[in-house]
């Protein structure tokens, strides 16, 4: 059992950066080995895809360009750099691990409990 806990949430001006970060507990299996998500959800709706990483990144549509998904295997770690927030990519952000790099939520076999992200205009 893999446990995630996202970190580095909170409220920024539109145009501003933040830095996520997941920590992936010892599952008993290489976290390198694990391809590493993230999703972000409103409420009310569905969750939705942002980026995910085995070796390189895929990204959304939505945040090509702005959002920078890397790991750190000696970490355990995985991050998401967002620069040139908007208002619109205000979400709660959750981590994902399993074993394809899916754009689809139910390719993940663990979840954290997310991180709120609100940007101000």
């Known amino acids: 059992q893999v446990q995630l806990v996202e970190s580095g949430g909170g409220l920024v001006q539109a145009g501003g950066s933040l830095r996520l970060s997941c920590a992936a507990s010892?599952?008993?299996?290489?976290?390198?080995?694990?391809?590493m998500g993230w999703f972000r959800q409103a409420p009310g709706k569905e969750r939705e895809f942002v980026a995910a990483?085995?070796?390189?990144?895929i990204y959304a549509d939505s945040v090509k360009g702005r959002f920078t998904i890397s790991r750190d295997n000696a970490k355990n770690t995985v991050y998401l750099q967002m620069n040139n927030l908007k208002p619109g990519d205000t979400d709660v952000y959750y981590c994902?691990?399993?074993?394809?790099?899916?754009?689809?939520?139910?390719?993940?076999?663990?979840w954290g409990l997310g991180t709120q992200v609100t940007v101000s205009s």
């Open positions: 994902a691990a399993g074993g394809l790099a899916s754009r689809i939520a139910t390719g993940y076999n663990y």
């Open positions: 010892d599952g008993g299996r290489t976290f390198s080995s694990y391809a």
């Open positions: 990483i085995i070796w390189s990144g």
